[in-house]
C-alpha cells in the first residue's frame, strides 16, 4: 500500500488499534525508514500522547466512525460476548470524540504555526535587508546620543541605493496610542516620513526606511512620539537625532 493509503491509519496505529493489513503495512513502511510514514506517525504518536487533554463531546463523521468501529472488529464481527463488546464499544467511543475534536485542534494548531512562521519571514526578510545596508561599501554610519546621559542612544546607517537603517538602544516602549516615527531631513528643507515603528520591551528597536536616499543633501536623520498612525510633520520634542553633516 502506498503512503497516501496508509495516512488515514496512522492515527489508529499509534494507538494500537489499526487493523490488517493496513497494520502490517505501515510496520514495514517504518522498518524501511520511509520519511513520509516516519512523519506521519510522528504527529499521531504526538496526538495520541494528548489524548486526555483534547476537546470532548464532538461528534465525529460517519464516515470515520465506522473505520473507528471496523478497527476494534464492532462491524465486521457480531460476537455475542457481553464484555467483548462492552470493551469495543467503549475504546470506540473514546476514539471517535478523540478524533472529533482532532480536527478542531488541528486547525488551531495549523493557524497558530503560520502566524509564528509570518512572522518569523517578516523578522528574517527584514534582517537580510539589515545586512544589505550594513555591507554596502557605499552606506555611511553616524552615532546618535552619545554624549547624553540618558537614553535613547544608537546609530543611523543610510545607503544611497538602500535606504536608511536605525538601530536604537534604551529606547522605552512607546505608550498606549503612540508610535516612534523616523523623518529623513534634507539640508535646508522640510523633514520627509520615513516610517513609523515600536521598541522593544528590552528597549531595543530596529526600523527600515527602504528605497534611494540623497546621501549628500540629507542632513539628518530623527526620531519623534507621535499619535498613532504618524504625522505629516515632527512634533516636537526630537527623541534623538543623527546629523550627517
Known sequence: MSCEELQDYYELY?????????KSEIRE?????????????????????ILGGTASGATPSP????????SVGFEQRHFGWAPFLAAATALSLCAAV????????????????????????VELTRLNEAFVILNGPDTRAVSFGTSQPQPPKGR?????????????SNLPPAPSGKVYEMWVIPKGGKPARAGEFQSQSDGT??????????????GAVAVTLENEGGADVPTMPILAVASLQ
Request: include cysteine.
Open 98 to 121: 478523540y478524533f472529533g475534536g482532532r480536527e478542531r485542534d488541528f486547525a488551531e494548531m495549523a493557524t497558530r504555526l503560520r502566524d509564528q512562521l509570518g512572522r518569523q519571514n
Open 63 to 70: 464516515k470515520l466512525r465506522r473505520r473507528i468501529l471496523a
Open 29 to 49: 513502511h517504518l522498518n524501511r525508514e520511509c520519511e513520509v510514514c516516519m512523519a506521519g506517525m510522528k504527529r499521531a504518536r504526538a496526538i495520541a500522547a
Open 205 to 218: 528597536a530596529m526600523h527600515i526606511h527602504r528605497g534611494p536616499v540623497d546621501v549628500g543633501a540629507t
Open 14 to 22: 499509534a494507538m494500537g488499534v489499526a487493523g490488517e493489513p493496513e
Open 156 to 168: 543611523v546607517f543610510v545607503n544611497p541605493s538602500q535606504g536608511v537603517l536605525l538601530i536604537a
